[in-house]
C-alpha cells in the first residue's frame, strides 16, 4: 500500500502566493510520475501539473504561474503557485504512479490523497 497525504493548503488573497506539498510513503519502489489535480465545485477533476523523470507539464491555465517540482530522495512532489486568481479556487490532490515491492517483485500501483482546500479571495 501507497498512501499520498497533500499539505499547504489555505486561504491568499489574489495575487498571491502557496506552496503544496505531497508526501508518499509505503512500500514504494520506485515513482514514475506524480502530479498534481484541482477540483472545482461542480466541475470535474482536472490536471493542473505533472512531473515525470524526463519533465513535467502544466495545464495552459497555470503556465508560468505554477511550477511542480519532486523529491525522489523523499518521494515528496511539491507545487509553488504564484499569481494566485479567484479561479484557482479548488481542492487540490496530489497523484503518484510507480511501483511497489522489490526488485524481483514489482507492482505498479496509483494512489491518490484526499486533498487540500486552496482559497483564493478576489
Known amino acids: 500500500q501507497v498512501q499520498v497525504v497533500e499539505s499547504g493548503g489555505g486561504l491568499v488573497q489574489a495575487g498571491g502566493s502557496l506552496r503544496l506539498s505531497c508526501a508518499a510513503s509505503?512500500?514504494?519502489?520506485?515513482?514514475?510520475?506524480m502530479g498534481w489535480y484541482r477540483q472545482a465545485p461542480g466541475k470535474e477533476r482536472e490536471a493542473v501539473a505533472i512531473?515525470?523523470?524526463?519533465?513535467?507539464n502544466y495545464a495552459d491555465s497555470v503556465k508560468g504561474r505554477f511550477t511542480i517540482s519532486r523529491d525522489d530522495a523523499k518521494n515528496m512532489a511539491y507545487l509553488q503557485m504564484s499569481s494566485l486568481l479567484p479561479e484557482d479556487t479548488a481542492v487540490y490532490y496530489c497523484?503518484?504512479?510507480?511501483?511497489?515491492?522489490?526488485?524481483?517483485?514489482?507492482?505498479?500501483?496509483?494512489?491518490w490523497g484526499q486533498g487540500t482546500q486552496v482559497t483564493v479571495s478576489s
Open positions: 512531473i515525470t523523470k524526463g519533465g513535467s
Open positions: 509505503g512500500t514504494i519502489f520506485s515513482i514514475n510520475a
Open positions: 497523484n503518484a504512479e510507480g511501483y511497489t515491492g522489490s526488485f524481483f517483485r514489482q507492482r505498479l500501483f496509483t494512489s
